[in-house]
């Protein structure tokens, strides 16, 4: 994996504090405002605790195969790189 644009492909992706599984969930009111924004609009309006199918994040850093957003850590697994 590269740092780059990728578009989630699961129903909801969780978002971490750090790069693993073991590291605690962020809640919906713990990610960016643009995050938020495009939970709801991809999620008819509703909130949820993590990135929704089709949310669209910019990646900073990786390791392994987590990547660093804005918003905190997601697995690359579950994503698609669209640039």
Do not use: H
Not at 21 to 47: D, R
Not at 63 to 74: A, L, R, V, Y
């Amino acid at each position: 994996y590269k740092k780059g644009t990728y578009r989630v492909t699961a129903d909801v992706l969780n978002v971490r504090t750090g790069a693993g599984t073991s590291y605690v969930k962020k809640a919906f009111n713990m990610l960016t405002a643009n995050a938020q924004t495009q939970i709801k609009k991809l999620n008819g309006g509703k909130a949820a605790n993590g990135l929704v199918k089709g949310c669209t994040c910019t990646v900073s850093e990786v390791k392994g195969n987590w990547g660093k957003i804005p918003s905190g850590w997601i697995c690359l697994d579950y994503c698609e790189r669209v640039d």
